[in-house]
Nanobody, 124 residues
Framework: QRQLVESGGGLVQAGGSLRLTCVGS????????MGWFRQAPGKEREFVAA????????IYSDPVKGRFSISRNNATDTLYLEMNSLKPEDTAVYYC?????????????????WGRGTQVTVSS
């Protein structure tokens, strides 16, 4: 069984920073793209960022571009999301996910495994 566990969420003031971590366990699917998604109350889950298997190809959604940075360490089966200049609009549950494929993708349907999520709350 492949499991993903997020951590690092919490309460932060606007303009602050947080670093989210996602650690994999069980059967390894690290030879695939990984991504971060988020879901605010009453809204659909939306794409945040993704990184390809090789770690040198990344994509970001427009709202977070220039503020967030995704990275991975395949040796430790760990995915990161550095979040800077946080805004109240960033408040959501953040999920990490492992893709079925090596290339990165913004589409939830391409991801086979999901973590339970970690809450990020940004106050003004």
């Amino acid at each position: 069984q492949r499991q993903l566990v997020e951590s690092g969420g919490g309460l932060v003031q606007a303009g602050g920073s947080l670093r989210l971590t996602c650690v994999g366990s069980g059967r390894s699917f690290i030879n695939s793209a990984m991504g971060w998604f988020r879901q605010a109350p009453g809204k659909e889950r939306e794409f945040v960022a993704a990184i390809g298997w090789f770690g040198d190809s990344t994509i970001y959604s427009d709202p977070v571009k220039g503020r967030f940075s995704i990275s991975r360490n395949n040796a430790t089966d760990t995915l990161y999301l550095e979040m800077n200049s946080l805004k109240p609009e960033d408040t959501a549950v953040y999920y990490c996910a492992a893709s079925r494929y090596a290339p990165n993708s913004p589409y939830p349907g391409d991801y086979a495994y999901w973590g339970r999520g970690t809450q990020v709350t940004v106050s003004s």
